[in-house]
């Protein structure tokens, strides 16, 4: 049964905030999982609107809005695990072509059906009116890119770049798909030229990749000073004439879950597009920095009005934007300081640059505006205070348009106005019931790993604190690793719904941590890039320690109920701590996680026999005859990220060594839940699982 959503204005829920005792207060988990996330958030090229998806508890819709009102363009009713992807306008803002089904973490795979739908599922391509009306179903494909006159779009089908008109025909003489040309290799999505003669392509080949351009006037194909390296993120000039890309050796290590704070130097060339003769501007100095470390949003190379390109490096060990000129020359460094830059994004007219970091603020994202051709740029900062602000998108009249949350109200759209103050675009989709005055605001910790390392984590305390009683307790691992959870409502999905359940845990009673182990982003490379982390020796479990310790060591805390949980990398740490601290975790769910590193990675191991032995040496399953305390493991069997495998494998250990254990599979599901319905079940039997260990009641 689908809940009607009542409309709850922005200001109320300020009000509620403001007026209602938090103490007194409780939530279901369903209440806490349904308000929607937001995501893709684009300008309009013309008009000052912009669009978003608004995933409504697993009913997935375009919404497109301004200044003044919003609306929806779609109208997808079910929670059927068919997700919307791959969005772009026609040039004049009077359409949206957009994706529907299939799965965009990896498309080239069969598409996903959790749902169980009989018909089974396909990944389409459709357009539909931003005014309103119905949506058109254009071909099978993905990747859609509209050409700049809006007749067309190009995108990939059957691992090939196709065309097709936007324009409707009669059903008589309807507009078929055309293949434009073949070529080996996996290609990339398509990306027009200014002048819509060209298109650019990536060409990756397993060790080497090629840039590609096809000529639509002669249909030719040029690649661009073809090499042994690989070649990636196409950035046409104005002009149509030159593209720039980045270049990045080879790594021939076979494994992902390591350290890299240096390598092969990655550069950026600019080409001819015509002839594909380039030549480099910009080498990254050999030491920290030499390894290609992208910004989260998708723009990688930057082409400002002033023909500078502005790029993310890491230099000075901090993910920071610089500017360097077509001709090369020392580049400028745009953000000095000791923070990391994570979205970016260009205004229409190329003068200004917007983007997203965590300056004087480590553990939240806020807006800041630089000009980066000026002769001495200087940084401008657009939002400040307690909440979070990402993604941001320049509207055609100037105005910024962002992704916001707090520590309360989840993801949503806004517009930035004068002073940095926000206004919502759709505080109508926040359900009435959505118990944002009851949620507590986490606070910032910083504890100490086993080996001396301090580590920032997030504190969330039930409103019962104060009872006199010892509370259990639990710490929540993220995943990635390359991720930082914040003090707010996350800006990725997967980790605002595990940010919600944080918040249901702390209502049920647990004082809950949330731990930014090394390995994660937002702390700089050395942090990141830890040394001997993942499959090199799980360094990490330093911080599961200590995280661990933390809690034993606070006087409001049950140190005989102490629990932990995670997802994915998670799930992997969630392993460790049960496997080697069962003394100091006394129970633990676990989310699809990595049990076995030579499972991800089998012809490595092949290959490398010592690697391999460290692998094994790094992983939960080397440990299970020390392993006590009693799990819940969780997956999905269509898991694309982490194989099955790796429960099966633990379940069987387990089971051998006598350890209690109690496991929930998710038919056909895959590693991010699709499904709505099975986050709540999921999350359900985890908070059941942890009363019932813990001896708290009630249980949900």
């Known amino acids: 049964m689908i809940r009607k959503l009542a409309v709850l204005s922005l200001a109320a829920v300020c009000s509620l905030l403001l007026h209602t005792p938090l103490s007194a207060q409780s939530f279901t988990l369903e209440q806490v999982m349904s308000a929607p996330f937001s995501s893709e958030l684009q ?23 301004d200044a003044a009102s919003s609306h929806a363009v779609t109208h997808y009713t079910a929670d059927d695990g068919q997700d919307i992807g791959n969005i772009a306008w026609t040039p004049d803002g009077q359409s949206i072509v957009y994706v529907h089904g299939g799965d965009f973490e990896y498309p080239a795979r069969t598409f996903p059906n959790p749902a169980l739908l009989a018909d089974g599922v396909e990944q389409t391509i459709w357009i539909v009116p931003t005014a309103g009306g119905e949506a058109r179903k254009l071909a099978e494909g993905r990747a859609p890119a509209v050409s700049p006159d809006g007749k067309s779009i190009a995108f990939l089908s059957k691992d090939q770049i196709w065309t097709i008109a936007l324009a409707a025909d009669t059903d008589k003489d309807k507009a078929k798909p055309t293949q434009l040309f073949h070529a080996r290799g996996t290609i990339g999505a398509p ?87 380039a030549h480099e501007i910009f080498r990254a100095p050999k030491g920290p920095g030499s390894v290609f470390h992208a910004l989260a949003s998708g723009d990688q190379l930057l082409w400002t009005a002033g023909n500078h390109l502005v790029f ?5 060990g901090w993910e920071h ?3 360097v000129k077509l001709s090369g020359g020392k580049p400028a460094l745009l953000t000095p300081g000791e923070f990391e830059v994570e979205h970016a994004a260009l205004s229409p007219d190329r003068t200004k640059i917007v983007f997203s970091s965590n300056q004087n603020d480590i553990d939240r994202r806020h807006l800041w505006q630089i000009s980066p051709d000026a002769t001495s740029p200087a940084l401008t900062q657009l939002t400040k205070g307690d909440g979070i602000e990402v993604f941001p998108a320049i509207l055609s009249d100037g105005a910024v348009a962002t992704l916001r949350s707090d520590a309360r109200i989840p993801i949503r759209p806004a517009i930035v106005a004068a002073g940095g103050q926000m206004r ?33 984590g997030q504190l969330f305390l039930p409103p019962n604190l104060n ?10 691992f993220h995943g990635g690793s390359r991720r930082q959870m914040l003090l707010g409502w996350h800006y990725m ?36 890039e830890a040394l001997n982390y993942g499959a090199t020796g799980a360094s990490e479990f330093n911080d599961v320690q200590g995280a661990g310790l933390y809690m034993r060591s606070r006087p409001d805390v049950d140190p005989t109920r102490i629990g932990c949980w995670g997802g994915s990398y998670g799930g992997y740490l969630v392993g460790l701590a049960l496997a080697r601290s069962s003394d100091l975790f006394a129970a633990g769910v676990d989310f699809h996680g990595v049990h076995d590193w030579n499972l991800q ?100």
């Open 424 to 456: 919502d675009a759709a505080p109508q989709l926040i359900p009435a019931d959505f118990p944002a005055a009851k949620l507590v605001a986490p606070q910032q910790v910083i504890f100490t790993a086993a080996d001396g390392m301090n580590i920032h």
């Open 191 to 277: 990306v027009w030229s200014p002048d819509g003669k060209s298109l650019a392509f990536t060409s990756a080949r397993g060790d080497h990749g090629f840039l590609g351009v096809y000529s639509l006037v002669s249909k030719t194909i040029e690649y661009m000073a073809p090499s042994t390296e690989s070649d990636h993120n196409p950035s046409w000039s104005p002009d149509s004439k030159q593209i720039a890309f980045i270049r990045i050796p080879p790594d021939f290590s076979g494994v992902d879950f390591k350290a890299r704070r240096e390598g092969e130097p990655w550069s950026i060339l600019v080409a001819d597009a015509a002839t594909g003769e």
């Open 601 to 700: 990675y089998p012809a490595y191991a092949t290959a490398n026999p010592e690697a391999a032995r460290l692998a094994l040496e790094s992983s939960p399953l080397k440990s299970v005859k020390d392993w006590k305390s009693p799990v819940l493991l969780i997956q999905g069997d269509d898991d694309r990220n982490v194989p099955f495998a790796n429960t099966v494998r633990l379940a069987a250990a387990l089971r051998t060594a006598g350890v209690p254990f109690e496991e929930h599979i998710f038919p056909d599901e895959i590693h991010a839940f699709l499904l709505h319905r099975s986050w709540i079940k999921a999350y359900g039997l985890t908070a059941s699982f942890f009363n019932r260990q813990f001896k708290l009641t009630p249980t949900p």
């Open 321 to 323: 934007l610089y500017s």
């Open 312 to 316: 993310p490096a890491e230099t000075d």
């Open 467 to 476: 009872d006199g009683k010892k509370h259990p307790a639990l710490v929540f």
């Open 493 to 528: 999905d997967y980790y605002s719904n595990a940010y919600g359940m944080n918040q249901y845990l702390a209502s049920l009673g647990y004082i809950v941590l949330s731990a930014n182990y090394r390995s994660g982003i937002g702390y700089g490379l050395e942090f990141r």
């Open 43 to 65: 300008a309009s090229p013309q008009g000052a609107r912009f669009l978003w998806i608004s995933n409504q508890q697993g009913r997935r819709n375009i919404w497109v809005g």
